[in-house]
């Protein structure tokens, strides 16, 4: 099952009112965040594999490889954000 050309236009246009909506909050900072934009990557991923109805198998493949990578990013972001902060395994600063 494939996705009409009106229905990519509506998916399209409903991610750009979200894109807006974003935009108007006063949060700039936070959807700036790489973390942010993996974990709104991988949600997106998940959606667009259920809507395009692809099989169960190959769903719970892309699912799990992208929930993997997303995993790993945000668990290296989160290391070197605590390395660039001075933070050490004993939690005082340098």
């Known amino acids: 099952m494939t996705i009409g050309t009106i229905q990519?236009?509506?998916l399209a246009w409903a991610v750009y009112g979200?894109?807006?909506q974003w935009e108007e909050l006063g949060m700039k900072e936070f959807f700036a965040s790489k973390k942010v934009k993996m974990t709104i990557i991988g949600l997106l991923t998940t959606v667009l594999v259920n809507v395009i109805g692809l099989p169960e198998?190959?769903?719970n493949t892309i699912t799990e490889s992208?929930?993997?990578i997303i995993g790993l990013y945000v668990g290296g972001q989160a290391v070197a954000d605590g390395v660039s902060k001075g933070a050490t395994?004993?939690?005082s600063q340098k």
Do not use: D, N, P, T
Request: charged content about 20%; cysteine-free.
């Open 8 to 10: 990519k236009f509506k």
């Open 18 to 20: 979200l894109y807006r």
């Open 57 to 59: 198998s190959q769903a």
């Open 66 to 68: 992208v929930m993997i």
């Open 89 to 91: 395994s004993s939690g």
